[in-house]
């Protein structure tokens, strides 16, 4: 049997495809996916997947979302997934800038859902600039 993977974003299915393996960010460290995985849900945090197809390592930047595992399939439900060649470092560094000085400006104890959304912010730049500046 195969492993299929599917990536999906809230504007577009990414991938969907069959794969050897697949690693994820998971909420509690990288977990690591073969076919015949036990089933399993999973929150996912900003970093990189991996996966494997024909021999060739695939790596993508996403954000927060879920992960369903079941025997034969991952199901990854992402609001941002997207490979080196779409990252524009100047952009993310500017946008990491400007939620991190909002960050400091804002009352933590007032404005939790402000202070939530900067520090996603911040996590999903930081993996994009991980992944545009892997050597």
């Not at 927060?64 to 952009?91: I, P, R, S, Y």
Request: charged letters at 30%; proline letters at 3%.
């Amino acid at each position: 049997m195969a492993l299929h993977l599917e990536i999906v974003t809230p504007e577009k299915k990414i991938f969907s495809d069959t794969v050897t393996n697949v690693y994820l960010p998971g909420a509690d460290g990288e977990l690591g996916i073969l076919d015949g995985h036990a089933a399993l849900v999973t929150a996912l945090q900003p970093g990189e997947l991996r996966y494997e197809k024909d021999g060739k390592t695939v790596i993508l930047a996403i954000g927060t979302g879920f992960a369903e595992v079941t025997e034969h399939k991952v199901n990854v439900l992402t609001d941002m997934a997207m490979g080196e060649e779409q990252v524009d470092e100047a952009k993310v560094e500017e946008a990491m800038k400007r939620a991190e000085e909002q960050l400091k400006g804002i009352s933590h104890d007032h404005d939790a859902e402000e202070v939530a959304h900067l520090q996603a912010v911040i996590s999903k730049s930081l993996a994009q600039l991980r992944l545009k500046r892997r050597p």
